[in-house]
């Protein structure tokens, strides 16, 4: 966990008392709405349909017991006693006085947080792997340079008022669980030759009205030279995108525009402008930034804990726990965990304050203190002994995080929608509780296997729907709700799928995302869920062995046979 300098702490409570100042005058008439706006925006504050909603940063995804406590008491102090944990790996707010919304800024300081650039025509939160650090495939760890990349980031005087929202994911591992190839730039942390780190760089990536997968513009920076790069981008990003439209205005839209070998000639010549000036990382600085983190305690501990063994050959419950919610750690009798934030009745990703605080304590007990937010809106425990899994899943059972679904249809990823945006063309979360219900038995699940249904309310792809295996999208069809389906698409293909044969470094250089494909005309509400149900028939009919994903069997035989089965039954 970062710990931050006074520098980082002066930074966060000098923003706090100019927003305070900011508010009173808008509060009082001194500042228009047109004038106020920018400012609230960039304070992490919306005006949603029915209140404000606000959006505090969980840079990288880390927070400690503490800061989650303190999340806690906001939700009962300042809004309705619960707070949405989003796809960006920050949490939200529904229903806070703009009035105290200052007081809430002011708390957040106090536990080293705030709302800084979650919102507005800048550079966003960092986001990346929700298990940085412990991963076993991991080539390198990427906190220490999603920080980096945080504090020249935040308040950069020359991207306050970018064209449009930018956002960046890092991975460090092999397989991308970050969805770098879906963002404004995505960066895979990696080695050369000699062992020396580096990172390879993909721009134009994003979902939104336009889907793109992002294209790699230079396959090995040395670390020295990240943030001149990432500023060459930015720059050339600045100056040359679009300001007259903003559906055009995206990066994605630029390296469309500009061509890809043109964009990447002009970074280039930008980068080499100040190749070796103030921005040139040394080994000081980045070993400054890491001595910031504070490090895990390890024992000496088995592999596999007997009594792990034996309750997961006796208890069928905690089996399936033991095989979708825990995960491999790079040291030997050690687990991460993920705590399924998606539960029968409750919208994905919302947690309440009683709940908020029992988790905290668990972590303290089990986790060292630590916990991380997925962007698939699940709570990961990074650090848990083995030996205390079975004890750990009781508890967590007892609070209802123990759902055995992470990676299955039970894993809903889902926006808050119509029921909360102002944006939304449809709702999202009632959609989501209905498949839910459709698919609740764990048996079916299982039967199913790995898949991921992701769920957005509107083309901005909140619920990353364009990159589900099964996409749904809500549509406005004359002022009534309507939702797009799409099938086929992918984070990545490095989860197990076309690639999987591949050795380490290959893979690497291959991965890819994939945009879903739309099956056809939109669906009623109602309809949604025997609409899903007959995606799923036709996938169980057409697979060739029992783990032979959703995903695969698409790319294998296309869409058509699955539109022909959903088309000939529902209309």
């Given amino acids: 966990m970062y710990q931050y300098t006074d520098f980082d702490q002066t930074i966060v409570d000098e923003r706090v008392a100019q927003f305070r100042n900011q508010t009173e005058r808008f509060l009082s008439g001194a500042l228009s709405e047109d004038e106020f706006r920018p400012l609230r925006l960039q304070n992490g504050l919306y005006v949603q349909k029915h209140a404000p909603m606000l959006r505090v940063a969980i840079p990288y995804g880390l927070l400690n017991t503490k800061q989650l406590r303190m999340f806690a008491h906001i939700a009962r102090t300042y809004d309705r006693c619960y707070a949405h944990f989003t796809t960006r790996q920050n949490i939200q707010y529904n229903w806070p006085a703009l009035a105290r919304v200052p007081d809430i800024l002011a708390d957040l300081a106090s536990v080293q947080m705030h709302a800084i650039q979650t919102s507005g025509n800048c550079i966003r939160n960092t986001t990346t792997d929700q298990f940085a650090g412990v991963a076993p495939d991991e080539v390198v760890n990427p906190l220490i340079w999603a920080e980096i990349i945080r504090q020249w980031s935040t308040i950069h005087p020359e991207f306050a008022y970018l064209p449009r929202k930018f956002k960046i994911a890092i991975s460090g591992s092999r397989e991308d669980r970050a969805a770098i190839l879906v963002h404004d730039i995505g960066l895979q942390a990696t080695r050369d030759a000699n062992g020396q780190i580096g990172f390879r760089v993909a721009v134009g990536g994003g979902l939104g009205r336009t889907p793109v997968v992002g294209v790699v513009i230079k396959e090995f920076l040395p670390w020295q030279h990240l943030i001149t790069y990432l500023e060459a981008i930015l720059r050339v990003y600045n100056l040359t995108g ?44 980045v070993d400054e930034v890491a ?215 290959e893979a690497l250089s291959q991965r890819t995302a994939r945009i879903g494909k739309i099956i056809g005309p939109s669906f009623a509400r109602a309809d949604v869920p025997e609409v899903v149900e007959k995606l799923i028939q036709t996938y169980l009919g057409a697979r060739e062995r029992d783990d032979e994903r959703f995903v695969d069997v698409v790319a294998r035989i296309g869409i058509e046979p699955f539109k022909e089965n959903v088309y000939a039954e529902t209309h």
Avoid at 242 to 271: C, L, M, P, Q, S
Avoid at 413 to 418: K, L
Avoid at 481 to 499: K, L, M, N, P, R
Wanted: aromatic share 6%; hydrophobic share 40%.
């Fill in 242 to 285: 679009r300001r007259d439209n903003k559906y055009k205005a995206r990066i994605k839209i630029t390296v469309k525009e500009t061509g890809v070998a043109e964009f990447a000639k002009r970074v280039d010549a930008e980068f080499a402008r100040n190749e070796n000036g103030a921005t040139r990382l040394s080994d000081v600085q």
């Fill in 291 to 505: 001595a910031r983190f504070s490090a895990a305690t390890y024992l000496d501990l088995p592999q596999d804990d007997a009594i792990v063994v034996t309750l997961a050959a006796s208890n069928n419950a905690f089996a399936r726990w033991l095989k979708r919610n825990t995960h491999p750690h790079r040291v030997a009798g050690y687990a991460a965990v993920s705590l399924s934030l998606k539960r029968k009745g409750v919208p994905p990703g919302d947690v309440t304050a009683n709940e908020m605080e029992a988790i905290a304590a668990l972590a303290d007990r089990y986790a060292q203190g630590e916990l991380r937010v997925t962007h698939e809106q699940n709570l990961v425990f990074a650090d848990v002994e083995q030996r205390a899994l079975p004890e750990l899943w009781r508890e967590l059972d007892a609070l209802g995080f123990a759902t055995a679904n992470i990676g299955l249809i039970g894993n809903i990823i889902a926006c808050p929608g119509g029921d909360f945006c102002s944006l939304a063309n449809a709702v999202s979360i009632p959609v989501a509780q209905a498949i839910h219900e459709r698919f609740e038995s764990l048996d079916y699940q299982f039967d199913i296997g790995e898949l991921d249904l992701n769920i957005s309310g509107c083309i901005n792809a909140c619920g990353h729907h364009h990159v589900g295996h099964i996409g749904i999208l809500g549509v406005d069809k004359n002022g009534e709700e309507w939702y797009q389906v799409t099938i086929g698409g992918a984070q990545s293909i490095a989860q197990g799928g076309a690639d999987s044969g591949l050795a380490a470094s």
